[in-house]
């Protein structure tokens, strides 16, 4: 059974500092997802990322794959109060799409 | 274009009924997921469909059942409705699935979601 764990589930950082979350997951998959969600909000796909050793950037946020380790990470660099949300990742495999638990990212001013 | 549309925003019923929801996929998207998200979890995979037919299933009862009519769009119903099912319920459409490698990713874009409240 596929599994996706994330880390940490709550980080509270201050603006300005960088932090990594990770997320492994516990069977094959060549492709990984990271999601964005704001309180009652739905969710706002980030980036896909479709093979080992793949990196995509956008603003402040960067993420990577290693199929090997079966690990991706999420960077944020010089947070700022408006990356404050949930993220999500999430593997998918024989056409399942299963998530991680998520982590609530709050960044302090 | 008009993102994903989801219909009702809200739902509040009983145990032991029925509902049903609805989803409008991306105008050219062929495929629609379904999800439920209950208060401070991720996602969990219900169905998917790709071209009316369902592509992938995930550990649900058999009281949830879907389908995906000639446009695309989608009903998501759940039967004998139990507390438990009380959740946010997603609807994401992509322009293909999972399995289709050629199309360099499976990005879902989801909608606004219906809240449904079982008491």
């Known amino acids: 059974e596929l599994k996706v764990e994330q880390n940490p589930l709550f980080l509270s950082m201050q603006e300005g500092k960088n932090y990594t979350i990770y997320c492994n997951y516990s069977?094959?998959?060549?492709?990984l997802y990271w999601y964005r969600q704001d309180p009652g909000k739905s969710l706002e796909s980030l980036f896909v990322?479709?093979?080992?050793?793949a990196v995509k950037q956008e603003g402040r946020l960067m993420a990577s794959l290693d199929t090997k380790a079966r690990l991706s990470t999420l960077h944020i660099t010089a947070a700022v109060h408006d990356l404050s949300a949930t993220y999500f990742c999430?593997?998918?495999?024989?056409?399942?799409?299963?998530f991680g638990k998520g982590t609530r990212l709050h960044i302090l001013p | 274009d008009a993102g994903v549309t989801q219909s009702p925003t809200h739902l509040i019923k009983t145990r032991g009924q029925h509902v049903t929801l609805r989803c409008s996929p991306i105008?050219?998207?062929?495929?629609v997921s379904w999800y439920q998200q209950v208060l401070g979890q991720g996602p969990q995979f219900i169905f998917q469909?790709?071209?009316?037919?369902?592509?992938g299933r995930g550990n649900f009862p058999d009281r949830f059942s879907a389908r995906q009519f000639p446009n695309y769009s989608s009903e998501l119903n759940v039967n004998a409705l139990l507390l438990g099912d009380s959740a946010l319920y997603l609807c994401?459409?992509?322009?293909?699935?999972?399995?289709?490698?050629?199309?360099?990713?499976?990005?879902?874009?989801f909608g606004p979601g219906t809240r449904l409240t079982v008491t």
């Open positions: 469909y790709y071209e009316k037919e369902e592509r």
């Open positions: 990322l479709l093979s080992n050793g």
């Open positions: 999430a593997v998918d495999r024989d056409d399942k799409i299963i």
């Open positions: 069977t094959t998959s060549d492709r």
């Open positions: 105008s050219g998207h062929k495929s």
């Open positions: 994401a459409s992509s322009p293909s699935t999972p399995r289709d490698l050629a199309s360099g990713g499976y990005e879902q874009y």
